[in-house]
């Protein structure tokens, strides 16, 4: 424990006995660092163990989407957004790998406590709300780093596809926004599942969904004004296309300034969401009996 932070009993002048803080005062004051350094660590490991599942076989999975989009719609010189197209599809296959995984790593965090009756294992810890919420959203963002690192390492090696950056800030920024939204969405699905399948369902109807139909593998030009207002609802459009514009420079957001006004957007929407399940699990609901 840390010297810093464990109780520090007083000697009574009087009797000589020991005492201890009074029971409800907190002993440990401001951040956790130590509780939230190990949950961090135990979500990470986790995830470690099971590499060839967490890593490796969803980043096969992305590549193979590229090789099957780039074998049926890349031939003959096609280009997108001035690029060929197996350059254009090949950032948003990498962040929507990404953000997938930040989902299914935080998805899986507190509905496997609740199942496997182990739960208490991250109620009873001097943890805080918001720093149990810090440590399993940390530790899904760095799942999908490590996801989109194997792709875009794969993806370089693979003929035609050019991963050269215009815009490193829209890269880390739309990255990492995506990765925290998906990580948000997912501890919050945790706390409302109380059965793998009930996880599974808004993985494949709500997620997976969202995922495809956001400009992963087109531009909105192509669809109808009546889609394109919807394409422009959906989040993950502008995490992936913003991630997108990043690496060629262009995007169907539009200009520089509506892909600024994009990545201000998810920043806005990750705080919002973000609160709802601070407040949701300082409720206890689900959690606690």
Do not use: C
Request: aromatic residues 10%; positive net charge; proline residues 6%.
């Amino acid at each position: 424990m840390n010297p810093e932070t464990e109780p520090k009993p007083t000697v009574s002048p009087a009797t000589g006995s020991t005492k201890f803080s009074p029971r409800g005062v907190p002993v440990i004051t401001g951040v956790n660092r130590i509780g939230l350094f190990a949950l961090y660590m135990k979500e990470v490991r986790r995830f470690l163990k099971v590499q060839t599942q967490t890593i490796w076989a969803p980043a096969v999975t992305t590549v193979l989407f590229l090789i099957i989009f780039t074998v049926a719609l890349g031939r003959g010189g096609r280009e997108v957004l001035g690029v060929p197209f197996a350059s254009f599809v090949a950032p948003g296959l990498i962040v929507m790998g990404m953000m997938q995984n930040a989902f299914a790593n935080s998805s899986f965090s507190l509905l496997s406590g609740k199942i496997q009756g182990t739960i208490i294992d991250l109620l009873m810890p001097p943890l805080s709300p918001g720093e149990l919420m810090g440590g399993i959203v940390a530790a899904a963002v760095t799942r999908a780093i490590a996801v989109g690192g194997t792709v875009a390492l794969a993806m370089v090696l693979w003929p035609g596809v050019s991963l050269a950056v215009e815009h490193l800030w829209a890269v880390v920024w739309f990255g990492l926004m995506g990765a925290v939204l998906l990580a948000l969405l997912g501890l919050a699905t945790s706390i409302w599942a109380e059965k793998f399948d009930h996880n599974a369902a808004i993985s494949n109807f709500v997620i997976a969904p969202l995922s495809l139909l956001s400009g992963t593998f087109y531009v909105i030009d192509n669809l109808s004004p009546a889609f394109q207002a919807v394409s422009r609802t959906n989040p993950f459009f502008y995490a992936i296309s913003g991630f997108r514009y990043g690496f060629l420079g262009e995007s169907d957001i539009g200009t520089h300034d509506q892909v600024v006004m994009a990545a201000v957007g998810l920043a806005a929407l990750n705080a919002v969401i973000a609160l709802a399940v601070y407040f949701v699990l300082r409720s206890g609901w689900k959690l606690k009996s």
